[in-house]
């Protein structure tokens, strides 16, 4: 019997947890779209590294529109990746002062190129 913890579901935004978001995307310079809104709602409900298929999953959303949003998110310095041993990438939300760790390991996460 494997121990893989179960994803965290995924609950949609409030309307005052929207509008931070759509606040936080125009500072950023990017344009609305629902897909962007929730990845970054469901980062911030996680507070963990996630895959993209996990998000697509999560959120209902397609995976190909899951991955552009993430290479949005990332370009604008809203999120940034880490690669694992497996070469499997996670997303994780930038917090502006605060620390980049890891809730399993502690490891600090780079942000040093955003």
């Given amino acids: 019997m494997c121990n893989m913890p179960m994803p965290a579901p995924f609950y949609g935004p409030t309307t005052t947890e929207r509008t931070a978001l759509v606040k936080l995307l125009r500072s950023a310079g ?15 409900q996680t507070n963990a590294p996630q895959t ?25 310095g809203l999120t940034g990746i880490l690669f694992g041993s497996a070469g499997v990438a996670r997303w994780y939300l930038i917090r502006e002062g605060r ?4 809730n399993s ?3 600090r996460y780079s942000t040093e190129y955003v």
């Avoid at 990017?30 to 911030?44: D, E, G, N, Q, V």
Wanted: with cysteine.
């Fill in 52 to 76: 993209a298929e996990t998000m697509s999953q999560q959120a209902c959303l397609p995976l190909s529109t899951t991955y552009r949003a993430l290479a949005a998110l990332e370009t604008y």
């Fill in 99 to 102: 620390p980049q760790r890891c």
């Fill in 105 to 107: 390991c502690g490891q």
């Fill in 30 to 44: 990017l344009k609305l779209s629902t897909a962007r809104i929730h990845i970054l709602h469901y980062l911030h």
